[in-house]
Each structure stands twice: as structure tokens, then as C-alpha cells.
């Protein structure tokens, strides 16, 4: 152990924004690694665009009046005064980049996907931080609900790729330009009657954003919004065709789903068809995934008229559902304890070479004895150990132990990789 000094002033990480450690990294890496394999068996490519836009981009897509932009953003002024927001989420970011460099000439139908930190200035709490992770898609081109279906297919088989089954998807339609108004409408005036039963964050937003009333977790809300109009009744027919056929092809894909027409969204720019996957392992934050299609969004940016659908996995939440499955780092294939300054410069020599043969190897550099290598090598979880002393240096011959089973094989220095490459390989394939 090494001693902790007193330190005068210690500079802590910025509050809800956390450092991802060695021990987690394995876990982020395959949570990562398992979304670029499953969303490219889908047609995405992956896109990176930058942690800061210009302010006006989310004023502009996810609306005025959310939580997101009235109270969450990072915004700050640079040195040239302009406006700069750390990204609240991915979508009109991507679809910035999507219209400025033209992505449509491409292809008539882009399938994106990105993953990194994006910035809400939230309360932390378990699930909810400052600085968080998401892992989103976007399809732009394609109105037909097949696309749909497909995305939440494409979610659905990456959950079971990560091992994760607590989840359940919820949709919803939240109607288009023509029929959302009606809606709108006929919730203000249900709400109006119950105004004093609202909290008074909803008494100050019904009239400006009254969705978000049925989102609202105060007791109070909840009650009063029980018999609230459903946004279902209240679909034109194109949407609520659209959202029949959204659930026909998730029966025929055999997604199970359970339609939810309380839910909406945190962000003014969907239309038509909107998701969660909710767990009810985080408490309140039971959010594990979102999304939803934003027809209006790319027009609204200057972009051609052109429909899109996607949603965005938070990979904190992820990680902690991944509670005790974590997967664990690679560890040393070798260990090697050497007593000595020549033996420690021969192992030095081995390891190198062993290496560059492909063999993930390790030693001590601190001079300890045989029996605290020994212990190290335990603690790194090394499949092999070899002891060099006087002797083998004389030799050219050590013993070789399988840590698994602590039996022994004399081999050559010689020949050391050609003999664990050839033992590694014959234990990855009796494994
Ligand atoms: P969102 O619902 O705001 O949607 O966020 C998506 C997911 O990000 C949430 O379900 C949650 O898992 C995670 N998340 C959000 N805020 C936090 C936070 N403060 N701490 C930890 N995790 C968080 C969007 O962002 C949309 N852009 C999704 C989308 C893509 N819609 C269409 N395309």
C-alpha cells in the first residue's frame, strides 16, 4: 500500500461528473464494442460530431420550453462571444452534421450511429449524472413503420446481446403537426379544471407545454391527470394507421411491447411514434433507453424535408444493471518472477519478446522477493508463472506452472513463446 500524503488542497472532479476506472472500463469497452457489432448487422455507420454546438442548434430542435434547454444546459460564452453549449443529447447534433455535409447525396436512407458524453446540468443521483454516456442511432429517409419496427428490433437484439432482460418497451404516438394541436388543446382545458391539484411547476407549464403534466412524478399531478384525454383518441387517421402498423410488424418481428399513451418525451421535436425501455432496477431513473421518430426535425434545421426515427441508450444505467456481471479486464497470460539482477534482466529480455509474439506478459520491477511476485501474480489473475533464478539462467530451463491447476512443465527459455502460445491456444479452445 502506498502512503496517502495529507494534502492541503485537493481539486475533486466537478459534481455529477465521474471518472470511469480500470475496473469498469472492461464493462464500458463491451457495452460498446457489442453496440458496434449489432448496429452494423443493421447497416449503421458510426458518426462523431463535436461535444459543443452553437447554443441556438438545441434551442432550435429540442424546444424552448423543456427542462433539457430552460434549465439544463452547459451554456457558456466563448472569446468571441459566441454562444457554445456542451451537447444535451445526440440527435440535433447528428442531424447538423447530417445536413451540413450533405449526407443525404449519399444514400436516400442514412442509418447513423454514435456513442459519448453528452452534458445536463440535473440533480445526481443514482442513474442521473452531470456528464453521462449514451449510445444512440438515427435512421433520416424513411417514413414506412417497417423502419421503426426495425429500430426497436435493432435494441431489442442489443439487449440480448449485453445479457440484459429486465427491460420492457414501451410505445406511444404522439400524433404529427395536423392532430397534435387538437390534443394539446383538449389537455389544457382538462388540466385547467385541476389546476389546483398541480404542483406548481405544472400550474406555471400546462399552458406552454402540457404534456409534460402527465410526465410529472409529483403525487398530486399523477392523480389529477388519471382520466387525462389519451393522445391515441386523439390521432388523425395517416397516424394512427402509422401507429398500427408499428405494432403489427413489432408482432410479426415477436418484440413484446405494451403501449403506453402517458408516455412522452423530454424533447419537443417528436412525431408519431415514441419509446422507452424502462427497468425497474434504478429506482427512478428507470429510463434505460428512449426514443422516438422526429419528421419535422431536419426540415426545421434547414435541411431537405426528410423523416427520421432513433433513440439514445443511457451507458450508465447500463453498467450499473450490469451490477455483478461485470466483465473483468484481460489478465496476464505470464507472470514471471525473477530473483536477482540477471535473472531480472533475462525476464525483462523474455517479456519483451513474448509480447511482440503476441503473449500478454508481466514482471516485478520492485525487487520483492519470490513470495510477494508470487502473491502478485495470484492478485493479477496470471494463467502462468515461471520462476527464473541462478539456476535456470544456467539451465536455459524453468518450470512452467498453470495457475489453474498448479501443475508444472519444464520448457526452454528458448522456445518459451512458441510453448505458451501453443498451451494458451489448446486452453482457449478446450475452454
Ligand atoms: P433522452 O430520453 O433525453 O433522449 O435520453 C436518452 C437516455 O439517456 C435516457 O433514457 C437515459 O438512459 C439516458 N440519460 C438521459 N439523461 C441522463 C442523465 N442525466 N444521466 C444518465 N443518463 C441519462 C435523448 O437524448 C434523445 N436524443 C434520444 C433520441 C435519439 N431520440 C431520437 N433519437
Known sequence: ??????????????????????????????????????FSLYGFSEIRTPIAEKTELF????????????????????????????????????MRAFIQNRLYNLDPVSKLYYMGPMFRYERPQKGRYRQFHQLGAEVVGVEDAKIDAQVLAMLHQYFIRIGIDSVSLQVNSLGCPECRPGYRQALIDYLESRLDNLCEECQRRYQTNPLRVLDCKAKGCQAATVDAPSVLEHLCSPCSDHFGQVKDYLEILNIPFEVNSRMVRGLDYYVRTTFELVTDQLGSQNAVAAGGRYDGLVESLGGPSLPGIGFAIGLERLVLMKGE?????????????????????????????????????????????????????????????LILGEEELNSGQAQLKDMSDSSQSTVTLDSLAEMLIKKLGKMSTSS
Open 325 to 385: 456481471q461485470r466483465i473483468t479486464a484481460a489478465t496476464p497470460q505470464l507472470f514471471i518472477a525473477a530473483l536477482g539482477k540477471e535473472a531480472a534482466d533475462r525476464a525483462f529480455v523474455l517479456m519483451s519478446q513474448l509480447r511482440v509474439a503476441g503473449v500478454q506478459a508481466e514482471m516485478d520491477y520492485l525487487g520483492k522477493s519470490l513470495k510477494a511476485q508470487m502473491r502478485r501474480a495470484n492478485k493479477l489473475n496470471a494463467a502462468f508463472t
Open 59 to 94: 434551442c432550435r430542435s429540442i424546444g424552448e420550453t423543456t427542462d433539457i434547454v430552460e434549465k439544463e444546459m452547459y451554456t457558456f460564452n466563448d472569446k468571441s462571444d459566441n454562444s457554445l453549449t456542451l451537447r444535451p443529447e445526440g440527435t440535433a447534433p447528428v
Open 1 to 38: 500500500m502506498i502512503k496517502e500524503k495529507v494534502h492541503i488542497l485537493s481539486v475533486t472532479a466537478i459534481k455529477g461528473m465521474n471518472d470511469i476506472l480500470p475496473s469498469d472500463v472492461a464493462t464500458w469497452q463491451f457495452l460498446e464494442q457489442s453496440a458496434r457489432e449489432v
